[in-house]
């Protein structure tokens, strides 16, 4: 069965605030993300570099 029903004007706005909410969910997990890996990153290379490498030991 096929209806060709249109949203109320509440109903599409609705959905536009939940797409951007959703939106805004994932920028922020890939803000997260990024910056977990920049922080790993900037710790293995404090660990491989000569000046860290007393801790190592």
Request: proline share 0%; with cysteine.
């Amino acid at each position: 069965m096929e209806t060709n029903a249109k949203l109320s004007e509440q109903d599409a706005i609705l959905a536009e605030q939940c797409c951007l909410v959703l939106a805004l969910e994932l920028l922020n997990r890939e803000a997260v993300y990024e910056t977990e890996q920049r922080v790993k990153g900037e710790f293995l290379d404090e660990l491989i570099s000569e000046k860290n490498v007393g801790t190592l030991r």
